[in-house]
């Protein structure tokens, strides 16, 4: 594995994204929707640093899939989704990478009548998008490589990592995780 982006950087990043969700937000009442599974590692460390009042929910949406490292169909459970109608939303994932997630969860959540929605992700992989809708707030931008750590997963493993590391063609090829 190569680290991309140590510990110490993404806790910078995060620390950024929480005086740009200030900024935009003030003291205002907030929902923080996050994508499962990958998004629970910085939405953890995000909320911790934010003082408005907060509502914390989780949508499950998916599209890898077992070993999987190119996107397939979308599977979605918002069963989980608190009400968001009239609500500040801010919906946060851990990557954007084609864009067809992010698309289609705002577009299921524009259909809810929130006051606003926003959307936040960790990384924006470089190259990859296919749809014109981009998120309101980027923390990193990286190559198109297939990552984990800090909540992205290879496998389901790997999400633990402190950091965000890229695995190579021969680590993905050999199965890492039994």
């Given amino acids: 594995m190569k680290i991309l982006l140590p510990e110490h950087e993404i806790k910078a990043g995060v620390a950024r994204l929480a005086s740009e969700v200030k900024a935009h937000y003030g003291r205002r009442p907030l929902t923080i929707i996050g994508v499962l599974t990958g998004s629970i590692v910085l939405v953890a460390d995000l909320i ?6 907060l509502r914390v ?7 890898y899939r077992g070993t999987a490292t190119l996107p397939g169909d979308l ?3 918002a069963d989980l989704l608190p009400p ?7 919906l946060i994932d851990d990557i954007f990478d084609t864009g067809q997630t992010l698309q289609a969860l705002l577009a299921q959540f524009r259909l809810l009548s929130p006051r606003s929605l926003r959307s936040a992700v960790l990384l924006r992989k470089l190259g990859r998008q296919r749809v014109d809708e981009n998120p309101d707030h980027v923390v990193f931008e990286i190559p198109n490589e297939f990552v984990v750590g800090y909540g992205l997963d290879y496998q389901d493993a790997f999400r633990n990592l402190p950091h965000v590391a890229s ?5 993905l090829a050999e199965g890492l995780v039994s």
């Fill in 57 to 63: 929910g989780v949508v499950q949406a998916r599209s």
């Fill in 48 to 53: 911790r640093l934010l003082e408005m009042p």
């Fill in 75 to 77: 599977a979605v459970n």
């Fill in 167 to 171: 695995l190579e063609a021969h680590e």
């Fill in 84 to 90: 968001i109608a009239d609500r500040e939303v801010l």
